[in-house]
């Protein structure tokens, strides 16, 4: 068994034009004094990192290494959410997916994929000179408009988008390979990897890649109503990457899954501060421990109540309070005969 590496940080939803968030070095300043000991850079947040230069300049991710070294902080990885998303995109969805790329490609699909893959392999080369084994990102959807139809999907449907969203990701799996990094998608609704039964689909048709991961976010298999602690006794070996986000669920006979177009805060099911949920954070990290997870484990703050300045603070305690230090030997170690293999085939009368 392994220990559990953090607390951890992702940076995405707290960088701002404002100080201490406008910079890596006052977002690092701030978030060590929190108590942090590692943060998850969002690829795509040029006030916080450049990618293109990381993955062309040693130099560069030595001075943004240095900077968090300065400041108590280790790198845990590179994230591209965002860029994941534009691999692909179902058609209804360009408008709103455009914002994620450079106006320069604004309506025109083909380019803002090509754009999207070519900043994965950015990402590839620029997480092997910072030194990192694990990536974040999207899958991104061609099937999600299908995932509850009406009227049935058409035979063959889904297969063909899972076979076209395997063929997008498979040579940008083998530059994670060659990059000596794990390439882990968040399951996520609204992605085609959305669940345990998708995931598995996708991995069928890019033959297993060992560079296929997950990032384990309990919070939307609550929103699910997935059984979490389960998913981790079936994928664990896949398991690479860990965000700490907790969420709850209160269906009634006006809502369930679906939240009925409200808002998030009126929502059956909403994302809270860690603490003010429902996941069971000592079942998951005991269960980590027990597959011998060795990653980071990473807040990711998003709660429609609580402030994201006490959810960052209260944060750090948490995930610490949660950490199990991993056992080193047996706990009855005491009670050992101390016996051979000789004398236990005597104790078995086969001697």
């Known amino acids: 068994m392994k220990t559990i590496k953090g607390p951890a940080i992702f940076l995405a ?44 300049s040693k130099t560069y991710c030595e001075e943004v290494l240095g900077t968090l070294a300065k400041h108590g902080l280790q790198l ?27 106006p320069a490609v604004h309506g025109n699909r083909r380019a803002r994929q090509a754009w999207a893959v070519e900043q994965l392999l950015l990402a590839a080369k ?17 099937a999600w408009p299908y ?60 033959k297993h890649h060992s560079r296929c991961n997950l990032l384990f976010d309990p919070s939307h298999f609550v929103l699910q109503q997935l059984d979490y602690l389960q998913f981790i006794d079936l994928y664990h070996d896949r398991i ?23 808002p998030w805060i009126e929502r059956a099911g909403r994302f809270r501060s860690l603490g003010d949920g429902q996941v069971d954070f000592r079942g998951i990290f005991s269960k980590l421990t027990q597959y011998g997870f060795e990653g980071w484990a990473v807040l990711e703050w998003e709660c429609c109540i609580k402030s994201s300045d006490q959810g960052a603070a209260e944060g750090a305690p948490f995930i610490a309070r949660h950490i199990i230090q991993a056992a080193g030997r047996a706990f009855d170690d005491f009670a050992g005969s101390g016996a051979d293999q000789a004398a236990n085939r005597r104790m078995l009368g086969v001697e």
């Open 13 to 56: 939803q707290f960088a701002g034009d404002a100080a201490p968030f406008n910079n890596l070095e006052n977002i690092a300043s701030w978030a060590g004094s929190l108590g942090y000991k590692g943060v998850q850079i969002p690829s795509w947040d040029g006030r916080l990192f450049e990618l293109k230069r990381a993955a062309e």
């Open 240 to 262: 690479k990457m860990f965000h700490v986000k907790d969420a709850e669920f209160h269906p009634s006979g006006r809502q369930g899954v679906y939240g009925g177009y409200q």
């Open 126 to 142: 620029a997480s092997t000179n910072l030194g990192v084994k694990a990536h974040a990102t999207f899958s991104g959807a061609l």
């Open 76 to 102: 845990t990885e590179l994230s591209t959410h965002l860029q994941g998303q534009l691999v692909a995109v179902h058609p209804a969805y360009d408008l709103m997916f455009d914002g994620f790329a450079p």
């Open 147 to 206: 995932v509850y139809p009406w009227p049935q999907r058409p035979a063959g449907l889904i297969e063909s988008a899972f076979a076209e969203l395997a063929a997008r990701w498979l040579p940008i799996l083998n530059a994670f390979e060659n990059a000596g990094v794990d390439l882990c998608f968040e399951i996520h609704p609204g992605e085609d990897l959305h669940d345990g039964a998708t995931f598995e689909m996708f991995l069928d048709r890019v």
